[in-house]
C-alpha cells in the first residue's frame, strides 16, 4: 500500500466515524436541519474517499464519474450548516434570554406582589410622587381614601389645585431631602378627612431627589375624639364654674329669700308691702330654679327624687319653655296617673330640653302635643324598658322630623345637627332619664314630624307629701344648733328661727358646731336639732360634723342643708345617718315646716 | 492543466472560506472548532488538486489525499467530541 493509498483510508475511516457520530449528536443541539446538512456535507466526502480507496484496489465505481462535481457539493452543504447551525444558536440564545427576562419579571412581579400586600397591610395610604408632583403609585388604601389618580398631577387630582400646594410636605421633602409631616383637612367623596402626611424623599444611586413617597394616616376619628375630649373637659371646667357659681349665689338667695319671707311675716297687716315681697319672693324662687337647673347640668348629680304626680310639673314646666314663641302645647294629661318617683327639677329640664327641642323644629309655629298616660309593658319589646308599669310622658311636634340617618346618634352627647347647637339638650336627657331608671325613644321621618316618649316606672308607694302651702309657718319650741359659713345665712337663721319660737346657737364650722353639741350634751342641756351646713370652704362641712355628732348622741336630729341641692349626700342623706334635708334657699314657711316634721312638737302650731 | 470543474470548486470554496473566517472571527458558534479545522483542510486539499495540475505533481497529490485524511480525523473528532458529551450529560438520543 503506498501514502496516498494509506490518506484515502484514513479519511474513509474519519468520514464514516464522523458520519456516524452525527446520528449521536442529539437532535435539540443543532436542530433536525443542520443535522441533515452536516450529514450530506460529510456523506459527499465519504463517498469521494471510498472511491479513492477502491481505485487503489483497481475497482472503479459508480461515483468515479461524479467525484469532480461531488466534491462541488460539500462546500454549499458546509456552507448551509453553518448558516443553520447559526441561526438555530441565535434562536436558542434569544430563547435561553427571553426565559431569562421571562423569569426576572416573574421574580419582579412576586417582589411586587409581595410588596403590595406589604403596602396594603400596613392601613395607611401610601403615594409616590415624581419631582414633578406626578403620581407614580398608589396603595389600595391611598385609592380608596383618595380615588385613583395614577398618573396625574397630585395637586390637580387631589387639591382641584393647579399648582402644588402651600407648605407641601412632599415639595419640602424635594428641598432638603429630609422626612417632613404636615396635617391636613381634605374633602373626599366620603366627606372631610383629617389626614396626617408623612413625606420622604426617594434618592437615587447618584444621591438626588428623584421622587417623594407620602404616608398617608386617616387622623378623623383621633381628632374627633380629641375634640370631643377637649370640649368635654371645656364642660367640666364650665360646670365647676356653673357650679361653684350656683352654690354661692344659692346662699345669696337664702339671705334673699329668707328675708322676704321674714319680712312678709313682719308685715302681715299690710297688703301693699306683703304684695310687693311677694313678688320679689316670686322672683327669688325662680332664680332657686335657675339655680337648680345649673346645678344639675353642672354636676349631673344623683338625683334628689320624691314621689309625686307630674301632670303638673309636665304641665308648668311645657309652658315655662315657651314663653314668647309662636308654638303653643296642647296638653292631654291623664287624671288617672301613676305616681312616679323623681327628681322636679332633673324632670323639669328633661321636658323643657324636649320642649325646646320640638319649638326649633317648628320655626313657622305649630302645635306640641304633650300627654301623659299609664303604659303596662310586656316583655318582649327591646325598644323599650323592662317589663312593668310606666307613666309615659310623649312630646309630638309638628316639625320637619328627623332624617334617619340622624336617629340613631340624637342622644349622643355633642351629636347636633343644628347650627351652633351644643349637642347636649337630648344627651342630658336621656341620661337624667336613665338615672331615674326609666327610657326615652324617639319616632320620626322627614315631614312628618317627631315624638319623643319618656317612660318612668310607676312608683310602688304613695306620693309622699301634700304640696307645702306657702302661706303656713309652724312654730315650735327648742334649742336648735344652726351651722353655716355664710354670715349673713347664719344672721338670717337666727332671725327666722327666733321668729319660729327656736332658741338658736349659731356655729361658723363643722368643729366649732361639734364643739358645741359636745358641751352642751356634758352639761346636759342637749339641742333638740341641728342644722349643718354641706359645704364649708377651708373648714370641717356638715358631712363630717354629722357623723361626729352622732358618735356623741346616736339620736341626734341633724338636717343637713346645702347650695348643691343634688349632691349625693343630699340626695341620700339616710344613708350619712341626716334626719332630712333643707335645700337652700329655703323661706320661713319651709324651715319650719322642716323643723316641725323632724321635731314633732307638740306645741308646733299654725301660724297665719 | 487545469480542469473546469476543480476551478469551479476552488471558486465556491474560495466564498465558503470567506464566511467561515467571518464566523470563526465572530465566535459565533460554540463547539464547532473542530469542524472549521476539517474545512480547512478540504479547502487546503481543493487547492492541491488544483495545483498537482500545474507543477509536482506527485507532491501536491500526496499532499491533497492527506489534507483529506486529516479533514475526516478532524470531522470525526469533532463529531464525537459534541456526540460523547452529549451522552455525558443528557443521555443518548438517536435520530
Known sequence: MNLIAFFDLLATVGFGIAVLAVFFIRRDYFGLQSR??????????????????????????????????????????????????????????????????????????????????????????????????????????????????????????????????????????????????????????????????????????????????????????????????????????????????????????????????????????????????????????????????????????????????????????????????????????????????????????????????????????????????????????????????YVCVSFTDQGQGIAAGHLPRIFDPFYSTKAGGTGLGLATAFSIIKNHGGHITVESSPGSGAKFQVFLPAAPKGIDELPVQDEEVYTGEGRILFMDDDEAVRILAQDMLQHLGYNIVLASNGMEAVNIYKAAMEENNPFDAVILDLEVPGGMGGSEAGKKILTINPAAKILVSSGYSNDSVMANSGKYGFSGIIPKPYKIQELGSKLHEHLGNPLSQKSF | MFQESELINLCVSLITLVIVVSAIRKHELPGVALFYAGFCCIFAATVFTVLEGVLWNELFNTLEHFCYALGGISFAAGCLKIAVKQIKLQGKDVL
Open chain 1, 36 to 389: 441533515i446538512l452536516l450529514l450530506l456535507s460529510l456523506s459527499v466526502y465519504l463517498l469521494v474517499s471510498i472511491s479513492n480507496v477502491l481505485e487503489h484496489a483497481d475497482i472503479t465505481g459508480y461515483f468515479d464519474r461524479f467525484e469532480d462535481y461531488l466534491e462541488i457539493l460539500f462546500m454549499p452543504f458546509f456552507l448551509f450548516f453553518l448558516f443553520s447551525v447559526s441561526a438555530k444558536f441565535n434562536l436558542d440564545k434569544r430563547l435561553a434570554a427571553e426565559d431569562a427576562l421571562r423569569s426576572a419579571l416573574d421574580k419582579a412581579e412576586a417582589e411586587h406582589s409581595k410588596l403590595e400586600a406589604i403596602l396594603a397591610a400596613i392601613g395607611d395610604g401610601i403615594s409616590i410622587q415624581d419631582r414633578n408632583f406626578k403620581v407614580l403609585y398608589q396603595n389600595k388604601v391611598h385609592k380608596e381614601m383618595a380615588g385613583d389618580h395614577a398618573g396625574k398631577l397630585c395637586y390637580e387630582a387631589y387639591e382641584q389645585s393647579s399648582e402644588p400646594c402651600p407648605g407641601c410636605p412632599v415639595e419640602a421633602s424635594f428641598l432638603d431631602s429630609k422626612v417632613h409631616k404636615a396635617e391636613r383637612r381634605a374633602t373626599r367623596h366620603k366627606g372631610t378627612l383629617y389626614v396626617e402626611i408623612t413625606a420622604s424623599p426617594i434618592i437615587n444611586q447618584k444621591g438626588e431627589v428623584y421622587a417623594g413617597i407620602e404616608v398617608v394616616r386617616d387622623v378623623t376619628n383621633r381628632k374627633r375624639m380629641t375634640d370631643e375630649i377637649l370640649k368635654a373637659q371645656k364642660l367640666e371646667s364650665i360646670g365647676l364654674l356653673a357650679g361653684g357659681i350656683a352654690h354661692d349665689f344659692n346662699n345669696l338667695l337664702a339671705a334673699v329669700l329668707g328675708n322676704i319671707s321674714l319680712a312678709k311675716t313682719y308685715a302681715a297687716s299690710d297688703n301693699k308691702v306683703t304684695a310687693k315681697l311677694e313678688a320679689a319672693e316670686k322672683a327669688s324662687l325662680r332664680g332657686r330654679e335657675l339655680t337648680r337647673q345649673l346645678l344639675t347640668f353642672s354636676k349631673g348629680g344623683s338625683p334628689v327624687k320624691k314621689v309625686m304626680d307630674i301632670n303638673r310639673l309636665v304641665r308648668e314646666s311645657s309652658i315655662f319653655s315657651l314663653p314668647t314663641s309662636r308654638v303653643k302645647c296642647v296638653f292631654v294629661l291623664s287624671e288617672e296617673l301613676w305616681p312616679v318617683e323623681v327628681d322636679p327639677s332633673q324632670l323639669s329640664q328633661v321636658v323643657n330640653n324636649l320642649v325646646i327641642n320640638a319649638d326649633q323644629a317648628m320655626p313657622e309655629g305649630g302645635l306640641i302635643h304633650v300627654s301623659t298616660e299609664n303604659v303596662l309593658l310586656s316583655p318582649g319589646n327591646s325598644t323599650l324598658p323592662a317589663s312593668g308599669k
